[in-house]
């Protein structure tokens, strides 16, 4: 099992920005300047062709540190952010482009699938990781509760198949953006824990109706879709219960409700 | 022009209920004791066979004057309530309850739609006509914001035409439970201002397809869709934005933001 390796730390407006290595897996930890220990810990996953501190993302873990006082983690995706490109990257990269570029709709959606699918059953052994090595910082612990986050996209391609097969996750903020094809509606099934659905109801490729069905095919009993108009890349989000987490996760210092 | 006639007063728990008449039409105001004058006005509707003084309308009303010192009116929709049955409510109750004995679902689902388009169209002009003589209370007048606040099923039948058709309506909320006709659709696609709709996602016999239509057809650009396992007889809603409202109409003695 990889340790924790800590590489950069810098603060800001009472967050702590630590980067570190799991393995080869790069990732960073936003935490309170004065912290609690044991505070909830919130996964984070970026958007396809992102990264760990997109700004959407750090605005939002910024957002989730300051109000709560939890721990927010993020890492990059294979084959995105600091991570090398391996061949079927590149490739997939350049077909999705190609796709787009010609006004392919289908050719993007299957290349689209395969590469999210491919992305995924890398993504969740090294987010299984990361939390593993993650629990051995004694700020953090087996006590912290923890919850997935949320990210369009990518983000929630690879957290529906994470939060399926991880008891450690408690509760978990999903969004559109993104085919949803069988094998997600496979592990949405297998989810039992608290979800709250972000759809973009405008999305220019991403059929609204697998995105519903995706939602319908959660088994978790308290789930929740909000949608707004307006694209997963431009959206003005109204209305969202922005106490999902810490209703699910408890506030830091205290358990759960 | 009918003026409003008060027939009756209580009050409990801080709250002042009014029994009035406008004309034919019975209806109920609720405010606070200590009221403030030109506080928001906020338009409930009831469910189809049920009437202004529903429970769940009257928890509704209650929450929505104590908490933000809103003032709340309802009215009986034609052939509910206090009002008399004419030959055609009868025979489209009668018709109804026949057709779902008889699970015959698109013979309820026909029936439902005439009868529903049919009390709309009586009740339009008569939440219209009440609209005119409230604002001739003094704690009303014209200075009032006014929004609609929602109902299931035929409370949402009959808010949809009424805020496509009346300006003094600047917010409003709608709920799921009822088929959405072509002449609901119509009228959602005149309907500009922020609209909240809530969703119960397992109606057992309307079709959640044609719900999700009529969201796409609101021309709002302010709109937001939350649904929440359960039909709308039997829901446990969660993450809704209560400030909705408040958000739109502003706060008592206050002009909205």
Known sequence: MHSVRFTAETSSNGVVERDFMVGEVPGVLWSPVSGSDHAPLVLMGHGGGLHKKTPGLMARAHDTVTRWGFTVVAIDAPGHGDRPRMAEDEQARADIQQAVAAGEIE????????????LAERA???????????QELPEIGAEAPIGYGGGMSLGTAIGIPLTAVEPRISAAIFGGGFF????LLEAARRITVP?????????????????LALFDAFASEDK??????????RMRWVGVDDEFLVRHLGRAGTSPA
């Not at 709250?196 to 995105?211: A, M």
């Open 180 to 183: 949803a094809h069988e094998a």
């Open 224 to 233: 929740t879709l909000l949608a707004n108009p307006g694209t997963h890349r």
């Open 195 to 211: 979800v709250q659905f972000l759809l973009p109801w405008d999305e220019e490729y991403v059929g609204r109706q697998s995105v």
């Open 107 to 118: 050719r993007f959606e299957s290349i689209s699938v395969r590469y999210s699918n491919s």
């Open 124 to 134: 969740v052994p090294e987010w299984q990781a990361t939390l593993d090595a993650l």
